[in-house]
């Protein structure tokens, strides 16, 4: 029976909420194992590649807050995924996942954290076994529905799940804007400003030039 962990990024509740409720009624239907819900800094603490041996799949639900950043207790496992990306990793190859997303349109940043985490996965060699859901907190009908919706999707990936070396289900932003937001990340090593979703590799090249010219000034 494959195994599912579920891990959630949430402030103020709605995704920790929705999620756990969710999680209880694929527990009671009992086609396959929903082996724990935690937080994202939590499933950090765990290593992303145990993360990977130890599920068959990944569901993820968070919102975003501040400026598209990740929410409090989920800022690790965000900060993980760019660390692996970063370095070329791919912790998550053998593993599938999927995401649902929290937000208020409103905010230029709209769904920025729940994004990038679908993208960033993909990075770190997981296969995205559903499309993303996207629960506008403006638009209170849609969101029920399409959380059911996913909810199904994920519910039937699961019970028939594919290799997960076989195609993605769909691609990262299919009938969705690209995210054109910033995001910045800081942890006690590194701080990585992603623009326009085109380049991870932005602060890299930042200290990169400030090494090459003090090594011309000084060296
Ligand atoms: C201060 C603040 C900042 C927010 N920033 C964003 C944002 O950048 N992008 C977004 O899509 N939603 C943003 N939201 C909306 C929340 O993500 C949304 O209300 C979500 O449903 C909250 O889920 P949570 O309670 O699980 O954290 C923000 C809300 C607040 C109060």
Same mark, same amino acid.
Request: hydrophobic share 40%.
């Given at each position: 029976m494959p195994k599912a962990l579920v891990v959630f990024g949430s402030e103020s509740g709605t995704?920790?909420?929705?999620? #756990?409720?969710?999680?209880?009624?694929? #527990?009671?239907?009992?086609?396959?194992t929903v082996v724990d819900v935690i937080d994202g800094n939590a499933a950090a603490k765990q290593g992303l590649e145990t993360l990977a041996t130890s599920h068959d799949a990944i569901i993820i639900a968070t919102s975003s807050f501040r400026q598209g950043d990740? *929410?409090?207790?989920?800022?690790d496992f965000l900060g993980a995924l760019y660390r692996a990306t970063f370095k070329?990793?791919? *912790?998550?190859?053998?593993c599938q996942h999927a995401v649902l997303g929290f937000g208020d349109s409103h905010f230029d940043t709209y769904m920025?954290? *729940?994004?990038?985490?679908?993208?960033?996965?993909e990075k770190c060699g997981s296969r995205r076994m559903v499309k993303r859901a996207e629960i506008d907190?403006?638009? #209170?009908?849609?969101?029920v #529905?399409?959380?059911?919706?996913?909810a199904a999707a994920v519910d039937a990936a699961l019970k028939n799940l594919p290799d997960p070396s076989s195609k993605p289900a769909c691609i990262w932003d299919e009938n969705t804007s690209t995210y054109d937001k910033s995001l910045e990340y800081d942890d006690d090593e590194e701080e990585v400003a992603v623009q326009s979703g085109s380049s991870l590799y932005f602060y890299g090249s930042v200290v990169a030039a400030a090494a090459a010219l003090y090594y011309l000034l000084f060296a």
């Open positions: 995704a920790e909420k929705a999620i #756990k409720e969710l999680a209880a009624q694929w #527990k009671a239907a009992g086609a396959w990740a *929410p409090y207790n989920y800022d070329a990793e791919s *912790p998550f190859q053998g920025n954290c *729940p994004r990038l985490t679908d993208s960033l996965l907190v403006r638009e #209170k009908e849609r969101g #529905k399409d959380m059911a919706t996913w």
